[in-house]
């Protein structure tokens, strides 16, 4: 079956370190690759995504790309702020609805 | 457009009582799906539907019910809740095909449940 292993937690930073979330993925078929942010108390909320080998995603400064090779999807961030402090999940999506989720990475950033 | 609405916020159970989740979309979303997140243990997929009509189960569907009668609702029933059935549930709903949105999950705010 499909999985996804992402990078135990929790992460702390300083403001403006470099942020590497790493997740590895075992799937049938071809995935679609996501990252989702949850934001304390809220639901989850897409950040990127890619659905092709070598795509990468962006948005609000991360980045991930699709690496079929290494059948991963590495979360990364140049420079942190503080607004960037949630729970990160990397999830996959091979059809009709389901998606497989990583257990979660807590990271915390501090001024 | 209020995207995916859940019911209740929180609620509090005793063990053996039943309840309903109750998870409506207006986006016109073929597929819809329920998930309850633990702590350390991410979000595991409950029962999901491909459309109205159509269920299956999920990674843990034991202990709870769903159904589908319409494109836009879709509820889970806790038939006799249990402690174990603590947890924070979402309903999620998305959509197929070759649009760059497909396949993204629109996430519910989420529901507490807690069972003492």
């Known amino acids: 079956g499909n999985s996804v292993t992402q990078m135990e937690g929790p992460v702390t930073l300083s403001e403006e370190a470099f942020l590497t979330i790493n997740c590895t993925y075992t799937?049938?078929?071809?995935?679609?690759l996501f990252w989702y942010v949850q934001y304390p108390g809220e639901g989850l909320q897409l950040l990127l995504k890619?659905?092709?080998?070598?795509d990468k995603g962006s948005n609000k400064g991360f980045e991930a790309t699709y690496r079929k090779e290494t059948t991963s999807f590495h979360l990364e961030k140049g420079s942190v702020q503080v607004s960037d402090s949630a729970v990160y999940f990397c999830?996959?999506?091979?059809?009709?609805?389901?998606?497989?989720f990583g257990d979660g990475t807590t990271l915390t950033v501090k001024p | 457009n209020a995207g995916v609405t859940q019911t209740p916020k929180f609620q509090v159970l005793k063990t053996g009582q039943s309840m309903t989740l109750q998870c409506a979309q207006d986006?016109?979303?073929?597929?819809m799906s329920w998930y309850r997140q633990d702590p350390g243990m991410g979000l595991r997929l409950i029962h999901y539907?491909?459309?109205?009509?159509?269920?299956d189960q999920g990674e843990v569907p034991n202990g709870y019910n769903v159904s589908r009668s319409t494109t836009e609702d879709f509820p889970l029933r806790l038939l006799s809740a249990a402690p174990s059935q603590t947890s924070v549930y979402f309903c999620?709903?998305?959509?197929?095909?070759?649009?760059?949105?497909?396949?993204?999950?629109?996430f519910g705010a989420g529901s507490r449940l807690t069972v003492l």
């Open positions: 890619a659905t092709k080998a070598d």
């Open positions: 799937a049938t078929g071809y995935p679609s």
């Open positions: 999830a996959l999506n091979t059809n009709a609805g389901k998606s497989t």
């Open positions: 999620a709903s998305s959509y197929s095909g070759g649009q760059s949105g497909a396949n993204v999950l629109t």
């Open positions: 986006m016109n979303h073929e597929y």
């Open positions: 539907s491909v459309g109205a009509g159509i269920t």
